[in-house]
């Protein structure tokens, strides 16, 4: 009997053109947002726009507020969430035994990064603004961020904790040193790179948020700096929903300016992330 | 010749049914080579892990027995298992260096037990990489990550970074399977050198390997201690058919 072989070549540059046009047409729609956003917002720019005060009704001067409003409400979600997510996720991936209690931990967590962000506002709201009586306020904003942020911290941390070779946990036992050491001294470590891309995921997702500030720290207008973490503040995100909609009249350089800047916010965190990645990797041995 | 392990009716199961160890006695006698040979499954990993309580990781269902180390039940739940650890050290079969540096990979048992001091820490790295015959070949460039060593150099690594805690018994885990023969031959030259001062149990990747470096052979087959004596009496008088059979590669 003659074999009949299929000649798979063609097949293979068919393949290759087809998934290479898909990669393509997914990186498209991405650089038309950014091209057009600069396109439009770019006239706005400059030093007034982004280091003074709304004027006129917002149709003049600068966001400056918004900046900074959203630069506070960065840190200040970082300064609790980090914390505790980095924590639960240690706690999780290094000390949890499989049980019924962490078995539901873990679907908690999944389920909080499934809740809608205005759900999270209207929680944020009951509890920090009214209950704990915090006000509209900062303090209040970053709180309702960090509990948004968490389950983002908290699965890529654990994964980063998970992908760190057994071997080194069971040669270091080895040595005499305790758990917390090992975790300290080696996992770590070797699990930062890993950790820093999901507090910066989780972050960046905090910054662009409005829904979780619309009733807890963010200000219509407020053409000052806060002066305390129970100052309510003008943030990126809503000052854009407000200019947008809510403002007749409004110039739409103003408008794409804004956008801009809080791209470039993003963006500025996000290549700080990888310089640090790319230098922890470089060290990285395995 | 002081038994420096003494090993009373130590039944061992894992939770998952795999490799278990069934009613073992045994004495590990002090500054002697001892060796674990059998087929794979035999147990001889598993009595390792027991020794420095490393099973403490794996999934072990249940533990009897006794199993003494300088007449201190090492089995005890309450035990301070960190000294213990110190005291019985472990090559492994693979060599797994930390992804630290040279100097860090031996350096990291002292500076997790505390010490600090620089030229303690100094002295110490040296004479543990002295000791495993590495030092000559990395005193230049102990900066240099470990990673950046051959194979053969990080199993001496390995050997150094248990070394370098002065413990009293080194176990090696197959400490040479992954290994060329002439990386083998230093690390069975280090052994032969470190019996004077150290108790060792090596669970060789060959019979071979065991008749040139062991005092004394024990042979594990599915979880029993089939045979134990002098390596000589194994390999020309064994007593036992089944070792019989094993050591002249009937089956294995």
Redesign the interface.
Same mark, same amino acid.
């Given at each position: 009997m003659r074999l009949r072989f299929h000649n798979p070549r063609l097949t293979e540059k068919i393949g290759t053109i087809f998934v290479t046009l898909v990669a393509l047409s997914a990186v498209l729609p991405i650089l038309a947002i950014v091209v057009y956003i600069v396109y439009q917002g770019s006239p706005a720019i400059n030093w007034e726009f982004v280091s003074a005060m709304p004027r006129n009704g917002m149709h003049e001067g600068g966001i400056l507020p918004a900046i900074v409003g959203t630069l506070y409400l960065t840190v200040g979600t970082a300064i609790f969430s980090v914390p505790v997510g980095v924590a639960a996720a240690i706690y999780l991936s290094e000390y949890a035994v499989d049980n019924a209690l962490t078995r539901n931990i873990r679907l908690a967590i999944i389920n909080l990064a499934g809740i809608p962000s205005v759900v999270y506002g209207l929680f944020g709201l009951g509890l920090f603004v009214i209950f704990l009586n915090f006000g509209t306020s900062i303090l209040a904003a970053s709180l309702t961020l960090s509990i948004m942020t968490l389950p983002v911290i908290i699965s890529t941390t654990e994964e980063a904790l998970r992908a760190v070779p057994q071997s080194f946990r069971v040669v270091s036992t080895s040595l005499g040193a305790t758990k917390w050491q090992t975790i300290r001294r080696l996992v770590l470590p070797q699990a930062l790179p890993g950790i820093l891309t999901g507090v910066v995921l989780g972050l960046e997702r905090a910054a662009g948020e409005t829904a979780p500030i619309l009733f807890t720290g963010a200000a219509f207008f407020l053409p000052r700096l806060p002066n305390s973490p129970f100052d309510a503040t003008m943030a990126l995100p809503y000052h854009l929903y407000v200019i947008s909609t809510q403002v007749p009249g409004m110039p739409i350089q103003i408008q794409y300016g804004t956008v801009m800047v809080l791209m470039m916010f993003v963006l500025f965190m996000n290549l700080i992330v990888t310089f640090i990645r790319s230098r922890a990797r470089a060290r990285r041995q395995w | 010749m002081k038994d420096k392990i003494i090993i009373e009716n130590l039944h061992l199961k894992y939770s998952d049914g795999t490799e278990s160890l069934l009613d073992i006695n045994m004495r590990i006698i002090e500054k002697k080579i001892t060796a674990l040979i059998g087929p794979a499954g035999g147990g001889k990993s598993t009595l390792l892990r027991v020794f420095?309580r490393?099973n403490d %990781?794996a999934d072990v269902a249940q533990v009897s027995g006794k199993v003494l180390i300088d007449g201190i039940n090492v089995l005890d739940p309450d035990l301070d298992v960190?000294?213990l /650890? $110190?005291k019985v +050290?472990?090559v492994?079969s /693979?060599p %797994?260096p %930390?992804?630290l540096s040279i100097y860090q990979n031996v350096s990291? +048992?002292l500076e997790?037990?505390g010490e600090k001091r620089k030229n303690v820490l100094d002295k110490e790295v040296e004479r543990a990489l002295q000791l495993a015959q590495l030092w000559d070949e990395v005193n230049d460039r102990l900066q240099d990550?470990?990673?950046s060593l051959s194979g053969g150099q990080q199993q001496r690594l390995c050997l150094a $970074?248990?070394l370098a %805690?002065r413990p009293e018994i080194i176990m090696m885990d197959e400490p040479t399977s992954a290994l060329d023969p002439i990386s083998t031959l230093k690390i069975e030259d280090s052994m032969s050198e470190l019996k004077k001062d150290y108790t060792i149990i090596i669970a060789p990747h060959n019979i071979q390997q065991a008749a040139r470096v062991a005092d004394r052979v024990a042979f594990f087959l599915q979880g029993k201690l089939i045979e134990y004596d002098l390596t000589s009496k194994i390999y020309t008088n064994p007593q036992d058919p089944r070792t019989q059979d094993y050591i002249t590669g009937k089956f294995g």
């Open positions: - | 420095n490393l %990781l960190i000294a /650890r $110190r +050290g472990i492994f /693979r %797994l %930390l992804p990291y +048992g997790v037990a990550p470990a990673a $970074r248990t %805690l």
